[in-house]
């Protein structure tokens, strides 16, 4: 039995029910009761209350109980455990035609649709493509149907929009569980947005 686990008191929802449910009762009991008068009455309530806020701000810092499951401090939630730390690595492969196919390896959910576009000057090519056994690979890629000059070229990642993600890429409806480098983020969702470099000879 791990009794450890049983020690509610520890726990940080205990110590919030109790200022919930005894604060205002003390309250309560000082001005139904007290001998002082009204205004110091009011002042020891906006005292205590100012303690009481002091006291939960220490508390919110200081570490959180040996229970398990119990996140870093006392106000803080556990880390959650689902989210993504986005890493991505970068190779190609040149055919015998000299056309150029991208392929990637990533930790992101399979079925997660994505734009490669690979662009020197103003040269600009892109294609869609979707990661399936956390690979992915475009098609071989040319240039007003010539293959690519031998050079180096940036190559732009970025997640397609999320309401067009299947419901198997579990990433939070606005990609709220994606973390890392390879991820920005706005006001309202994180998106996937990489950029490298790649260069190769014919």
């Given at each position: 039995?791990?009794?450890?686990?049983?020690?509610?008191?520890?726990?940080?929802?205990?110590?919030?029910?109790?200022?919930?449910?005894?604060?205002?009762?003390?309250?309560?009991?000082?001005?139904?009761?007290?001998?002082?008068?009204?205004?110091?009455?009011?002042i020891?309530?906006?005292?205590?209350?100012?303690?009481?806020?002091?006291?939960?701000?220490?508390?919110?810092?200081?570490p959180a109980s040996s229970n398990p499951g119990v996140g870093e401090t006392w106000l803080s939630t556990s880390k959650d455990k689902s989210a993504i730390n986005v890493s991505?690595?970068?190779?190609?492969?040149?055919?015998?035609?000299g056309r150029v196919q991208l392929k990637g390896s990533t930790n992101l959910p399979d079925q997660t649709k994505l734009h490669v576009?690979?662009?020197?000057?103003?040269?600009?090519v892109g294609d869609d493509v979707t990661v399936k056994s956390q690979a992915w690979s475009t098609n071989a890629l040319t240039h007003n149907n010539q293959p690519l000059t031998p050079a180096t070229y940036k190559v732009?990642?970025?997640?397609?929009?999320w309401s067009t993600q299947p419901k198997t890429v579990k990433v939070g409806s606005q990609g709220q569980q994606l973390r890392g480098h390879e991820v920005t983020k706005t006001d309202k969702q994180r998106s996937v947005d990489i950029l490298k470099t790649v260069s190769y000879q014919p």
């Open positions: 039995m791990n009794t450890q686990a049983n020690q509610f008191y520890k726990e940080p929802w205990f110590g919030i029910v109790l200022t919930i449910i005894f604060f205002p009762a003390g309250i309560y009991v000082m001005f139904r009761f007290g001998p002082w008068q009204k205004r110091t009455k009011t020891l309530a906006i005292v205590l209350s100012l303690v009481c806020i002091v006291v939960w701000t220490i508390a919110g810092m200081a991505t690595k970068l190779h190609f492969n040149v055919d015998n035609k576009t690979i662009s020197r000057g103003d040269t600009i732009h990642i970025t997640s397609k929009g």
